[in-house]
Each structure stands twice: as C-alpha cells, then as structure tokens.
C-alpha cells in the first residue's frame, strides 16, 4: 500500500481526488453508482448505512460518490483509518470493535449534531468486517450498532440502505475463524487483491424516518440492517415476461340518459345512501344492463392502469350476470365514480357448486372455509376511478354502501374477498406482504402458489421480531416509489381482517391476490357507526338467520 502511495504521488493529494487515484490505480469498476447519486437527496438530515463485506474499498468508493452530491458527508470510521492523512476529512474516529468504549461518546455526539444540524452520514454500523457465523453456517454480518436507529429517530432522519454485494478471498474467511483479530491484520491484503474487480453497490429508496414504528434501539438497528440485506441483487426478481399483446380499444362511453333510466327505475330500497351529490345503489345486470356495462367498462379503465385488466374492451366475464353490482354514483358529474362486485354465497352456493363462485377458480376451498359454513359477501372486482383514487371520500362511500347493504340483510355477517397485489410491486414486496400478512391454513390453498423464498437474513429477522409491524418500512426502501401495501389492505386491517393465503389470478393476467376475511361484528364499534350507521346496533344485535 505503501508503494502505491508513494509511486502515483498521492500525498497531500485532496480527499476525492486521493480516492478517485486510489479506484483508477487498482482499476476498480463501480456498478450502480449513477443509481446511488440518483437517491441521495440534496440536502436535509439523511443516515446512510451499508454492509461491510470487504472492509476497505467500499468504504472509500461510497465516500467519493456520496461526497459527490453531499459536500457536508461525514463518515463514522474506524481510528485505523487515520494513516490515511488526505481522507480525514471525511471522518469521524471511533472505535467499533468496542461499543461501550467511553472515549467514543465524543464521536456519538458529533454524529448526532452533524445529522441534527441537516447533514449527511455514512456508518458501517456492523462495526467489523462480514464474517462466517457458525451458527448461521454462512458469511453474514455482525449485528449493527443501535446507533443507526438513534440517528434517524433522533435528527427525524431519512434512511438510505446500501448493500455491497461480493466476499473476501477464502483465507481470510479461514484466519478469521481460527482467530478473529487475524481479520484485521489481513485487511490490507484484502484491499490490494480487489485490483481489476467490479464492485457493485446496491441501495434501497429513501425511508422517511416516520415509517419505522419501532422504539427498541435494538429492534430498530436489526431493521435497518436488514433492509440493506433487502438490496442484495442475487434475491432481486422480476415478474416473467408476458407475451406481448395490443389490447383492445376501451369501449365508447354509453349515454349517461341510458343509465339514468335504469337507476330511476330500481325500486327505492336499492338506493343505498344519498350524501351531498353522491348516490350508492346496488344492483343486478337484468336490472341494469347499460349500468353494469359501464361499469365494467370502466374497471378495464382503472385496471389497465396498474398492469392488469383483461385487456378487452370491457373488463367482463360470467359473474356479473350473478353477482349483485355496488356502486357509487356522482349525480352532479353524471359518473360511476367506483363500484364493487358482491357474491351472496347463500344463493350462489345453495346447492354446494362452488364453482359459482369467482375465487373458486383461484383458491381451493376447504369444507370448513367459511364460504360455506354461513352466508357471506365474496368482495372483489373493486375499483375507484382515478380522480378519487388518492381521496378518503371514495372508499368511504362505497363502506357506507356496503354496511347500508348488511344492515338491509344482516344475516352477512362475514365478508371475504382479495385485494389484487399489482405487477407495479416487485417480487420481493410481495413476497414480504405474504410472510408478514398471510396466516396459513389447511381450509383454503391457492390453486397456483406464489413461491419466492425470502433472504436467510430475513427469515432470521422475521423469527426474531416477525414482519407485520416492520412491513411499512420494508416496503418503502424495497419500492421505488416508497409505496406502502395496497390502501385497501390498510382498510381491512383496521377492520381486524385475517389474512388467509396468497394466490396467483391466472383469470386475471397472473396478478397475485391476498385473500383475506372480516368477521363484521368484531370490527371497532367506531367503524361499525362509521360506516353502518344508525343501524350498526341492531347489525350487531341481529338475527343472524334473518332475512330482510
């Protein structure tokens, strides 16, 4: 290291130009630097935090293109790094092999007032270099310092994970078991035999510190170090390629006169609920033929947008000649504004054909499945068009039309159905809102699984800590758009619904769909007056063998 230093005249050289010397001299290739550079934001307090496979080169690389966009970087190091006179600058010293070292609590508060005062940080929080855990029976990394957590929490942070994928050479991984110190007196040589390699950076989106909803440092810590280990490309996936097809053109609008006949012609009690300049009906398609397809016209409309729909004219099949329509009228604006499709199992499944059932056709239902042990809604085909998509009041009248309906028949107690997990999440986040959500049973199996294996550190976590409380912050560092689970799944949670399984809709352009149920009753006396009105009491009072 010495020779190198001296032969390409790197003293006193500036810190980024000593660190771009340094990757040209051992012809070091960076893959995802532009991508890295693209996600650091320009300002304001922001922790940025990586594994720690190699123990050296990674570190200079992420100073050198993070100082790129964030003059003010400042990076938590080891004190061994003080040979090197040109980077301190970068640095702030402390000693990570010994975390309750009191001469660290000096770097520990300039790292908080640095991050306080709108800067930015790098940490390798393992505080050591991955390593072969016997336990593990594989390389991994040591638990990060709790640090991470206090940083982001405290200074009201932004979180970007980094994973830097690759692995030191065999021997040092063989020292380092026989004696552990042994790793760091191979660092250096660890360093120079990465000449003439590709190094690839990996990072998650930024994660506003408001997602994490953990207050144990601990906890806090392991999540963000898994949330790098969410970055690791070899567990990345993409959906399989569809054949490309030219959908068909959406069908023309029908005449808004058309449809108002039919509404004006419904009998009273299928008005659900007026408010302001908005109607909820139900109804059937001998009804309301011109009404249903409108409606299915425009769930094509809606559908196509998150990568799904049918990709006819009209999103349309056989069940909606059985299937009773809700929907949401804008009488103002002359627009179905969102609609649902309602099985009513009692009547569809009277004889014990299940196959008139819509999600018969996605999942197998069991004999003790609730489907068939009592009369329930089967939910689905739901949609809200785009102007009320991002809007409380769409989805509020549409549950207001929905408990007007139970209160009309409160033998449905029990309402069940999918929400459609979109080909705009990746693999991996479905992967984790199926391990987080989804309680398995042997009453109900999907026909056609959805199978993705999640990385063995986050297998470990989820055994340590479980995900459902974590699935939020996960999902924001692994979407590119930050987005959470789908709105209407944070909908039938607070409703206390149980999530069953996790299916693939082969009818439905191979969407997977999270298959889930909602005991009515049981839902939070606050929603059932929410939604269900003046008549929530006599609901929940009710005869369930009554029929109104």
Known sequence: MDQIYRRHDMQGLSKEKFARTLLD???????????????????????IASNHPYGGIEG????????????????????????????????????????????????????LQHVKQGGAILLFPAGRVSYYQQDKQRISEHDWNRLVGRLISTASAQFIP???SGK???????????????RLFMLARELLNKRDTEV???????????????????????????????????????????????????ADRPDWQDIQQELEALPAKQCLLVHKDFKVYYGYQQQL???????????ECVFRQHDEGSGQAVDTDGFDASYTQ??????????????????????????????????????????????????????????????YQRSYQGLYLLWRGIGAFVCQFPHYRTLYGTVSLSKLYTPLSVALIKHALVTPTQSVLPYTEFDFALHPELEDYAKQFGLAGDLSALLACVEADGKDIPILAKHYQKLGAQFHALGIDTNFNDTPGLLLSVDLP???????????????????QGDENSIS
Request: charged share 20%.
């Open 60 to 111: 200079v690389i992420l100073c050198l293109l993070i100082g790129e966009i964030r003059s003010d970087l400042k990076v938590l190091a080891n004190q061994g790094l003080k040979l090197f006179p040109e980077l301190n600058d970068y640095f702030i010293f402390t000693n990570p092999l010994s975390e309750k070292d009191p001469k660290n609590t000096p770097s520990i508060r300039a790292s």
């Open 522 to 540: 049981k839902a939070s006396e606050r929603l059932l007056k929410l939604y269900l009105g003046d008549g929530y009491r006599d609901y929940i």
């Open 326 to 387: 809700l929907f949401v009228v804008n009488t103002k604006q002359q627009q179905i504004i969102g609609a649902y499709r309602m099985g009513r199992t009692d009547i569809l499944v009277k004889d014990g054909d299940l196959s008139q059932l819509y999600l018969a056709r996605m999942f197998k239902f069991g004999a003790q499945f609730l489907n068939q042990t009592q009369p329930c809604l089967e939910m689905g085909r739901s949609f809200l068009i785009p102007e």
């Open 200 to 250: 690839r950076i990996s990072c998650g989106t930024p994660v506003l510190s408001n997602n994490y909803t953990v207050f144990d440092s601990q906890h806090h810590a392991a999540l963000c170090r898994v949330q790098s280990y969410c970055q690791d490309p070899a567990w990345q996936r993409h959906w399989p390629a569809t054949p490309k097809q030219h959908p068909s053109a959406i």
């Open 162 to 164: 980094v994973f830097i």
């Open 168 to 182: 030191n050479s065999p021997l040092f991984y063989t020292m380092g078991r026989l004696y552990y110190r042994l």
């Open 289 to 299: 033929p011109t009404t249903v397809f409108e409606i299915a016209r425009l769930r």
């Open 25 to 47: 001299v051992m012809n070091i290739e960076v893959i995802g630097d532009t991508e890295l550079k693209q996600k650091i934001p320009a300002n304001g307090p922001i922790v």
